[in-house]
């Protein structure tokens, strides 16, 4: 990812002129996604054996919440 969006030179990011500094964290977090789907099956997260869930913290600076939905049958 930080060859795809490198963190600097900070100033290649139109963003970032106002004195934000996390232009590239946006961008990965646009690579990476933001949200996955996953089925509950008796209780447990139905993932098959080599699945994970993954959260990539890009711009680490700010507090972050996440956000669990359950959807019913």
Same mark, same amino acid.
């Given at each position: 990812?930080?060859?795809?969006?490198?963190?600097?030179?900070?100033?290649?990011?139109?963003?970032?002129?106002?004195?934000?500094?996390?232009?590239?964290?946006?961008?990965?977090?646009?690579?990476?996604?933001?949200? &996955? &789907?996953?089925? &509950?099956?008796?209780?447990?997260?139905?993932?098959?054996?080599?699945?994970?869930?993954?959260?990539?913290?890009?711009?680490?600076?700010?507090?972050?919440? &996440?956000?669990?939905?359950?959807?019913?049958?």
């Amino acid at each position: 990812l930080d060859e795809l969006a490198p963190h600097e030179p900070i100033s290649m990011y139109h963003h970032n002129k106002p004195g934000e500094d996390n232009a590239d964290a946006h961008l990965k977090r646009q690579i990476m996604g933001r949200e &996955v &789907v996953v089925a &509950v099956t008796n209780g447990r997260l139905d993932l098959g054996p080599w699945e994970q869930i993954f959260y990539g913290e890009f711009d680490g600076r700010r507090p972050k919440r &996440v956000l669990v939905k359950i959807i019913g049958e």
